[in-house]
């Protein structure tokens, strides 16, 4: 039976939502993040334990180096340590220079406080994309196994590649890519499985969608923030209607959801998949 892969996204709110909106200053606190993602990061381990279920957490970089101890918290209950740059800035918003001193500093930073390598990378709200597939490059050169950036899909106002392979792949340079999930539906790719995604979504959808992945051979991906799962959801009055529907909506559902695809579905952590698994070699933009 194919392994699915589960992942999570650890970053504050505030500082996550500095590319999407203005946030004014009084939502702006190092102490009340801080707080925010080590009560909700917790909660997530709570659940893992629960379950006995290791996953991959993809951390910044900034929090290795502000809050070690919690990275060697999450690395301690077994889970694979990742990469997801070292501030949440879209990466597509700098020139290379920059973004490779981000992606050398988080690195370092991540291995420094969990004791451990770190192989995989994630990049801010998916921000690899056309324009800096460079990236790619990047990452191998300063020694990263794996990328899980790409939605293969062409029509979301932020991220994706539309073209690009739907499976886990090598590209040429050697660099691993796991794409993160879709469905073929009327001639598009249509994500599902985690953040907004699994949190719009009503569950029997995502379940199908789950087991219609596994049927092909293909693991689905979860990927998750702490605020969807914890106990602290920070509000921003001056979001737009729209923002607010896309940020909030499923919230309250999303850590049940989760628990009931653990239920249904086998995980586990990226490293561990790419280890038991032969990809196959493909050109990244070509399906």
């Not at 690395?75 to 070292?86: Q, T």
């Not at 899909?153 to 794409?179: K, Q, S, T």
């Not at 979860?222 to 914890?230: A, K, N, R, S, T």
């Not at 559902?253 to 490293?271: D, G, I």
Request: net charge neutral; aromatic share 12%.
């Amino acid at each position: 039976m194919v392994a699915n892969l589960l992942t999570f996204d650890i970053e504050g709110f505030i500082e996550a939502s500095h590319d999407q909106m203005h946030v004014p200053a009084k939502y702006i606190s190092e102490v009340g993040e801080a707080r925010e993602i080590e009560v909700n990061t917790l909660k997530i381990l709570e659940l893992l334990e629960e379950f006995d279920q290791r996953a991959t957490f993809f951390v910044l970089g900034r929090i290795g180096r502000d809050m070690p101890g919690l990275v060697r918290r999450i690395a301690a209950g077994g889970h694979e340590i990742a990469c997801h740059s070292f501030d949440h800035r879209r990466l597509y918003g700098f020139p290379r220079p920059e973004v490779e001193r981000f992606l050398v500093a988080a690195k370092r930073a991540l291995e420094d406080a969990s004791g451990r390598p770190v192989h995989g990378f994630r990049a801010p709200d998916f921000s690899i994309v056309e324009a800096n597939a460079w990236v790619f490059d990047a990452l191998r050169e300063i020694g990263f196994v794996y990328d899980s950036s790409v939605y293969p899909i062409g029509f979301h106002d932020v991220y994706g590649i539309g073209g690009f392979p739907a499976v886990p792949f090598r590209m040429p340079n050697g660099l691993i890519e796991v794409p993160l999930s879709t469905v073929r539906l009327l001639n598009r790719n249509i994500p599902f499985g985690g953040g907004g995604y699994l949190r719009i979504y009503p569950f029997l959808l995502t379940k199908t969608l789950f087991a219609a992945a596994n049927r092909r051979g293909v693991p689905g991906i979860v990927y998750l923030h702490p605020f969807e799962i914890g106990e602290i959801v920070p509000r921003i009055a001056e979001m737009t209607l729209a923002r607010r529907l896309r940020t909030y909506t499923g919230v309250r559902s999303a850590r049940e959801k989760l628990r009931a695809l653990l239920s249904l579905f086998p995980f586990t952590r990226v490293v561990d998949y790419l280890e038991a698994n032969t990809l196959p070699d493909l050109v990244a933009g070509k399906a």
